[in-house]
């Protein structure tokens, strides 16, 4: 297969979500920042995610410093089963065509994971990278203390359980059996389902 043109960037083309090449593997930009320093040129500070192994690492970038935009091929995934710190995978359109990641390469947005869940897959190098599960989920609530009011100027919260296993705080009126909304990224509640 022939390969498209290769993509350069510089320091000054980083932004959240970016993949590029970094000691020959591809990395994520999960976030940066211009810092400038006295009599110098702005550095960007960043953190980059590892799409292999699933590290974050903090790492500066400095004008000059140039790397390829990584060639990443994507399709649609379906989470089936995970046995201690392995998640087993399937092509969505063919899931005996599997595959397995490891907790760190799947990230925090492993505790969100339930059966026949449909995400998104990357492949590198025909090898498959990382999965990336939508920003927002719909999960039940297992297990949920009996919320109790406090004074009316704070609004309280409680921990749950969804039925992933993860706990979460959400506003004292959630219940067990309520299908509530998560942000994958944060980890946090965003709305009760009617």
Excluded: C, W
């Excluded at 390969?3 to 510089?10: Q, V, Y």
């Excluded at 400038?36 to 699933?54: E, F, P, W």
């Excluded at 005996?96 to 990641?101: A, I, K, M």
Aim: charged share 30%; glycine share 6%.
């Amino acid at each position: 297969m022939a390969r498209s043109k290769i993509i350069m960037l510089t320091h000054s083309d980083l932004k959240k979500g970016l993949q590029i090449i970094l000691d020959s593997e591809p990395y994520e930009v999960l976030e940066t920042a211009p810092l400038k320093k006295a009599q110098r040129r702005v550095v960007i500070q960043s953190r980059v995610r590892n799409l292999l192994t699933g590290n974050v690492l903090a790492r500066n970038f400095h004008q000059g410093d140039v790397f390829e935009e990584a060639e990443l091929i994507k399709f649609k995934a379906k989470f089936i089963y995970s046995h201690r710190d392995k998640f087993i995978f399937g092509k969505e359109e063919n899931p005996s065509q599997r595959f397995e990641l490891t907790e760190s390469q799947v990230g925090e947005q492993s505790r969100f994971l339930k059966p026949g869940q449909i995400l998104d897959a990357i492949t590198f190098n025909q090898k498959v990278a990382s999965v990336s599960l939508p920003v927002k989920v719909q999960l039940k609530v297992l297990e949920a203390p009996p919320g109790e009011k406090g004074g009316r100027a704070v609004s309280g919260t409680k921990q749950v359980v969804l039925e992933t296993g993860a706990k979460v705080a959400t506003p004292l009126f959630v219940e067990v059996e309520d299908v509530i909304e998560i942000n994958t990224e944060t980890g946090e509640y965003v709305k009760r389902i009617e």
